[in-house]
């Protein structure tokens, strides 16, 4: 089944030590994205690659950069994980980067920071 | 600064009945809404989109109504299933632009 990938589904990481979390689709899909959830709180877009375009959001922390090696990954790393990074973070893809694509969701990763 | 807001946490409803689940949002410049649908430890799901120059759009049991005057969308479900119960999260974009989400309304259909 095509589907949007990610690894690992729990991470555990130091206050400071950094932390790649991946995400992999076997969609095809040119657009994915990464948000980040917290507890209560609506899914908040940190940036998107329209394919090897990257687009940062304006408030999302220098903290947080991407790599996207080719079309089926896309990696988020956090430099210096701090404590308020702890959420889950969602990977998701969509066919292109304009209103009507519905965007298709990985599982997402729970980052917990000691 | 919240631009959708579903403002009910969390919703319960007798299996058979209606759920309405709503949002609200605050820029008069979105013109596409979609609804996801979330298990636990699973990634949202698209449910159902409307465009802004609908006022309803059905799907099955799922219908969503768009207000624009009131800058109000629902989501409808009847009859209302035990499987139905999940987050519900409410999206909106304008041209070009990101998709803004709501907190979600966590749904439980009672048997």
């Known amino acids: 089944d095509a589907m949007v990938i990610q690894n690992p589904r729990y991470q555990v990481t130091q206050f400071g030590k950094p932390v790649t979390l991946s995400c992999s689709q076997t969609?095809?899909?040119?657009?994915m994205y990464w948000y980040q959830q917290k507890s209560s709180q609506a899914p908040k877009l940190l940036f998107h690659?329209?394919?090897?375009?990257?687009?940062n959001e304006a408030d999302t922390p220098d903290n947080f950069q991407s790599r996207r090696p080719n079309t089926s990954f896309c990696f988020l790393d956090i430099r210096s994980p701090g404590l308020g990074d702890a959420a889950m973070y969602l990977c998701?893809?969509?066919?292109?980067?304009?209103?009507?694509?519905?965007?298709?969701f990985g599982p997402g990763t729970r980052l917990t920071v000691l | 600064d919240q631009q959708v807001k579903q403002n009910s946490p969390s919703l319960s409803v007798q299996e058979g009945r209606i759920s309405i689940l709503n949002c609200d949002y605050t820029n008069s410049m979105f013109d596409y809404f979609l609804w996801y649908k979330k298990y636990p430890a699973e990634g949202p799901t698209f449910l159902i989109s409307?465009?802004?120059?609908?006022d309803k759009n059905e799907d099955g049991r799922f219908t969503v109504f768009l207000n624009k005057s009131a800058k109000h969308l629902s989501l409808h479900i009847v009859p209302s299933q035990p499987g139905d119960s999940a987050v519900y999260f409410c999206?909106?974009?304008?041209?070009?632009?990101?998709?803004?989400f709501g907190t979600g309304t966590s749904l439980t259909v009672i048997p």
């Open positions: 409307i465009s802004s120059i609908k």
């Open positions: 999206a909106a974009s304008a041209v070009g632009n990101q998709f803004y």
């Open positions: 969609l095809n899909h040119n657009v």
């Open positions: 998701a893809t969509s066919r292109v980067a304009v209103r009507g694509n519905e965007q298709f």
């Open positions: 690659y329209y394919d090897k375009d990257f687009n």
